[in-house]
């Protein structure tokens, strides 16, 4: 049987963006644990700042419509978002709220999320995971996974061949072998 499909995408545009990277780091490892893994941009995904009156006038923006649709296509989602002033930042919390517009927010029904971080930080965003799980499971009543990795001291968190150090791997490592496990109890 083909593995769990799994969006992996991060909440940042940053060119060299820490989040970015584990985004890229995480859909390497979930594709060796047998995942059929789409890594996407939110810069293919440009959308308006939410605006009710624009709502009103013109429905969802076309990329906030193909964002869900994307999302809606994949048994596990997980998100790698940036910690600003210990939550989520504006270009996350638009794009959720977004996806949230369409068919009363169904992307984010029948599906499992995982959320991880990277920041230089000491604390690796961890405050932004709490964050974005409150936005997702309270607000878009979405399953999200106790899982989750935070990258702290991003810039010095990988190896010469990519491969995240210390205790963190452990941790990421476990998060998508749980990631994958969720995912494939959808499929069913
Ligand atoms: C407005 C703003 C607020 C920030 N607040 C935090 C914070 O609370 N905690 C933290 O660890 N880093 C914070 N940062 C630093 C970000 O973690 C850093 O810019 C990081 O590189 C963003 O993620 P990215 O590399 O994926 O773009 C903040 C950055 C900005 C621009």
Redesign the pocket.
């Given at each position: 049987m083909a593995g769990p499909k799994i969006l992996v995408f991060?909440?940042?545009?940053?060119t060299?963006?820490?989040?970015?990277?584990?985004a890229a780091y995480v859909a390497r490892k979930l594709t060796e644990l047998g995942a059929e893994v789409t890594h996407a941009s939110l810069r293919d995904y440009p959308m308006p700042l939410y605006d009710g009156d624009l709502e009103a006038r013109e429905g969802v923006p076309e990329r906030g419509q193909a964002f869900a649709l994307l999302m809606s296509q994949h048994l596990g989602i997980f998100i790698?978002g940036?910690?600003?002033?210990?939550?989520i930042?504006p270009l996350m919390k638009n794009t959720l709220d977004w996806v949230s517009r369409v068919d009363r927010g169904s992307a984010y029904k029948n599906r499992i999320f995982a959320l991880g971080a990277?920041?230089?930080?000491?604390?690796?965003?961890y405050?932004?995971l709490i964050h974005t799980r409150h936005v997702l499971e309270l607000g878009c009543a979405a399953m999200v996974q106790p899982e989750m990795v935070a990258v702290s001291g991003?810039s010095k968190a990988y190896d010469e061949n990519g491969e995240l150090i210390g205790p963190t791997a452990k941790v990421a490592a476990n998060t998508l072998s749980a990631l994958v496990a969720n995912a494939k109890r959808y499929a069913a």
């Open positions: 991060a909440g940042s545009l940053r060299g963006s820490f989040n970015e990277t584990l790698a940036p910690e600003y002033n210990a939550g930042t990277a920041s230089d930080g000491p604390r690796g965003g405050r932004s991003a």
